[in-house]
Structures are given as structure tokens and as C-alpha cells.
């Protein structure tokens, strides 16, 4: 091999070295636990369509009511509050989940500055009747029927990372304000 054949190769060894690196830390951070490119490809429909409610305020805009105080457990974190769009219960599609799920407590990761009290969007959720019928599945997960009864229900945590998975129904980072 002569030594211009042999730069090339090396150049485009470490191109491709390069690119790779740059592709593993571009990755979301829950990539590594659901590696399906279709997944995020429908996931990334989800955030399109819900990124737009980021805070509380914008909620009622898109047809959400809030519905309860900040749910938790006390061994498996919390939810947060729920805004819930009626006309979106029964839906399977990635667009149109049934509630949107907020959260206190929050520093701007660029600013270093306190949300001032104001909620964030942290998760979305889906939720369909149980009317005997198997558990739907979305995003390749199946719904959990023990959260609420009488529905089948999926949480997204694409706002907010989840050390409990993408798809858990709660996070061990959300804290609910002790009454």
C-alpha cells in the first residue's frame, strides 16, 4: 500500500471512529434500555406534538384539566399532577396522549435558575378503558392495569429523566410537597 493509500485509510478509520463516538453521546439518554430506532422515531412524535405544554399554564390550551393533587408513593416516587384531555381517553396514537403529567421543583439547566414555583411538563401519559379487552400496547410496551382502576395506562417520560425506565409509572425524581 503507498503511503498516500495509507493516510486515506487511516483519515477515513478515524472519520468513522469519530462519527461513531459522536452518535453514542448524541443518543437520548434512554436509548441504551430501548435501542428500536422505530421507537424514537414514534416518541419523537409524542414531543412534537406535546412540547408546546412545557409549562402548567399552557395545559388548558390543548383541552387539559387538571384532575388531582401530586400523586407519590412513598417507595416509588411520584408521578406529579395530572391534566387530562377527555377527548383523548381511548387513544393509542403518539400524538394524542390522555394526560399530560407536571412536576415542582425545577432549576433551568442553562441558567441555573429556580423555576420560581412554576410546574413542568415531565410525562405524558395514555390511558384507555378496561372493558375486558386485552392491554393495548404502544411504543412496543404493554399498558399497566394496576395504576388506575378500571383503565390501562402507559407513562413517557421524555421530559424528565426516569432512573426507574422510559415507560415506569413512577419516578424516584419526582417529589411531591409534603401537606
Known amino acids: 500500500m503507498s503511503p498516500r493509500s495509507l493516510q486515506g485509510a487511516v483519515k477515513a ?3 468513522t471512529a469519530t462519527a461513531a463516538a459522536f452518535a453514542l453521546t448524541a443518543a ?5 434500555s430501548y435501542p428500536d430506532p422505530s421507537v424514537w422515531t414514534q416518541l419523537s412524535k409524542t414531543t412534537q406534538a406535546t412540547s408546546k405544554y412545557g409549562y402548567e399554564g399552557f395545559a388548558a390550551a390543548g383541552g387539559y384539566a387538571r384532575t388531582d393533587t401530586c400523586v407519590a408513593d412513598p417507595t ?15 387513544s393509542v396514537d ?10 415542582d421543583g ?3 439547566e442553562y ?12 410525562a405524558v401519559e395514555w390511558v384507555v ?7 393495548p400496547t404502544l411504543f412496543g410496551q404493554t399498558f399497566q392495569k394496576d395504576q388506575l382502576p378500571g383503565y390501562f395506562t402507559l407513562h413517557a417520560w421524555l421530559y424528565k429523566p426516569n432512573s426507574a425506565g422510559l415507560f415506569a409509572a413512577w419516578n424516584p425524581e ?3 410537597p409534603t401537606v
Open 13 to 15: 478509520a478515524a472519520a
Open 28 to 32: 437520548p439518554a434512554h436509548a441504551a
Open 76 to 90: 416509588s416516587g411520584g408521578m406529579g399532577y395530572h391534566y387530562v384531555n377527555p377527548a383523548n381517553i381511548g
Open 94 to 103: 403518539p400524538q394524542k396522549p390522555a394526560a399530560l403529567v407536571y412536576a
Open 106 to 108: 425545577f432549576t433551568n
Open 111 to 122: 441558567t441555573g435558575t429556580s423555576s420560581g414555583g412554576a410546574r413542568k411538563l415531565v
Open 129 to 135: 378503558k378496561d372493558s375486558g379487552q386485552a392491554a
Open 174 to 176: 419526582v417529589v411531591c
